[in-house]
Every structure is written in structure tokens, then in C-alpha cells.
């Protein structure tokens, strides 16, 4: 299994961001699948949840109405669509797929500050 994050970076406050993750060495459209943040000194959050087909959808408070998750299992691909960014979403973020295990991308970096 291997998750691969990719379009953090810096962005004013708000501004928007769109993350990917490339998944692959299992059958993505079987799984719903997640995103994570953690930001320094702060405990793992999870952002939002897909559901295997994407018809489901859930977020956190902290990013209602500002994040969309969406999935393309066409190109077994994931993505958080972040919109209104604020400091506090500054973070490292981590797209998550549970199999029998839990298997987690290495992350990619999101700065929000002007």
C-alpha cells in the first residue's frame, strides 16, 4: 500500500488550497478513506471522511463548510479541497486508508500566514 501526498504550501489567510493523494497496492473504491492534520504541539485531528463510492461525506467543525473531500476512483486519487484558509489550519496533513491496518501517506506541509 502506498498513499502519496502532494499540493501543501504556503497560502495567505483566505486563500485555497487543493490536496491530492495518489493511492495505490490496494482497491481504493472498496475503501473509504481519510484525512488527518497535525499541527505542531497538537494532537491528530481528522479533517474528513469519504466513503468508498463518495456519496458519503463527513468533516470536522473546525473546517465545515470551508473543506470538501472528493474522490475519483478512476484514478484511485483522493482530495481536500480547502477553501477560506485560516492560521489555525496550518498543519501537517495526512491522507489515511484502513485496510485490516491503518496505512498513512508521509504528509504534506500547509502554512497559512501572511
Known amino acids: 500500500v502506498q498513499l502519496v501526498e502532494s499540493g501543501g504550501g504556503l497560502v495567505q489567510p483566505g486563500g485555497s488550497l487543493r490536496l491530492s493523494c495518489a493511492a495505490s497496492g490496494f482497491t481504493f473504491s ?10 505542531p504541539g497538537k494532537e491528530r485531528e481528522l479533517v474528513a471522511v469519504i466513503s468508498s463510492a463518495g456519496g458519503n461525506t463527513n468533516y470536522a467543525d473546525s473546517v465545515k463548510g ?8 478512476t484514478k484511485n486519487t483522493v482530495y481536500l479541497q480547502m477553501n477560506t484558509l485560516k492560521p489555525e489550519d496550518t498543519a501537517v496533513y495526512y491522507c489515511v486508508a484502513r485496510l485490516s491496518t491503518a496505512y498513512w501517506g508521509q504528509g504534506t506541509p500547509v502554512t497559512v500566514s501572511s
Open 30 to 39: 472498496n475503501y473509504a478513506m481519510r484525512w488527518y492534520r497535525q499541527a
Open 66 to 73: 470551508r473543506f470538501t473531500i472528493s474522490r475519483d476512483n
